[in-house]
């Protein structure tokens, strides 16, 4: 799967802050996320799952959702 761009992943985080600390996305940001990126839901589940799976513990996934920096270069790449 090719990563995603920056607006994509800018999205995304954008999203998943008002999800902390669980960081499961809601079924109404889909279609928010969708029209703003063009990504596929699945796309979108596989990256929450990512992010979960890479960053357990809920400080990190915040601290990272905070982050404004090359996505590509925050903690081993969520960037997919």
Not at 50 to 77: I, M, N, W, Y
Request: charged content about 30%; aromatic content about 8%.
């Amino acid at each position: 799967m090719p990563r995603f761009e920056d607006e994509h992943i800018t999205c995304l985080k954008r999203v998943m802050l008002t999800r902390i600390p669980e960081c499961n996305f809601a079924a109404e940001d889909y279609p928010v996320i969708i029209k703003e990126t063009g990504l596929e839901q699945a796309q979108i589940e596989q990256w929450g799952k990512h992010l979960r799976a890479r960053l357990p513990v809920a400080q990190d996934r915040e601290t990272f959702l905070r982050s404004t920096g090359e996505p590509d270069k925050v903690r081993g790449c969520l960037c997919f």
